[in-house]
């Protein structure tokens, strides 16, 4: 079974940078393509970004991270990473890895089957 476990979150100030990591358990990351969500309170969850198992080529899904959010993995670590900079109050949210299957490539950012638990990042004004 994959498990993933975020790690990272925090509270800082508006224009601060925090690095978020996704470590997999069990099997090889890189096999894995590795997409972010996060949910604001009271707002419905929503993919941030992916990156390919196959060539960490990287599909946005969110505008507005665009220039301030980037996606990396150490696939001898088991390790994804989203690095955001320049953040901002309505980015506040929990933040999650999860990945629809080995050898999956980023699709849409629908039909994920592992999550994991999520990492929490507040961004005060």
């Known amino acids: 079974q994959v498990q993933l476990v975020e790690s990272g979150g925090g509270s800082v100030q508006s224009g601060g940078s925090l690095r978020l990591s996704c470590t997999m358990s069990g099997f090889p990351l890189v096999y894995y393509s590795i997409t972010w969500f996060r949910q604001a309170p009271g707002k419905e969850r929503e993919a941030i970004l992916c990156?390919?198992?196959?060539?960490?080529?990287?599909?946005y899904f969110t505008d507005s991270v665009r220039g301030r959010f980037t996606v990396s993995r150490d696939n001898n670590k088991n390790t994804a990473f989203l690095q955001m900079v320049s953040l901002r109050p309505e980015d506040t949210a929990d933040y999650y890895c999860?990945?629809?299957?080995?050898?999956?490539?980023?699709?849409?950012?629908?039909?994920?089957?592992?999550w994991g638990e999520g990492t929490s990042v507040n961004v005060s004004a």
């Open positions: 999860a990945t629809e299957g080995e050898y999956e490539d980023c699709g849409d950012g629908h039909g994920m089957n592992f």
């Open positions: 990156i390919s198992h196959s060539d960490d080529r990287v599909t």
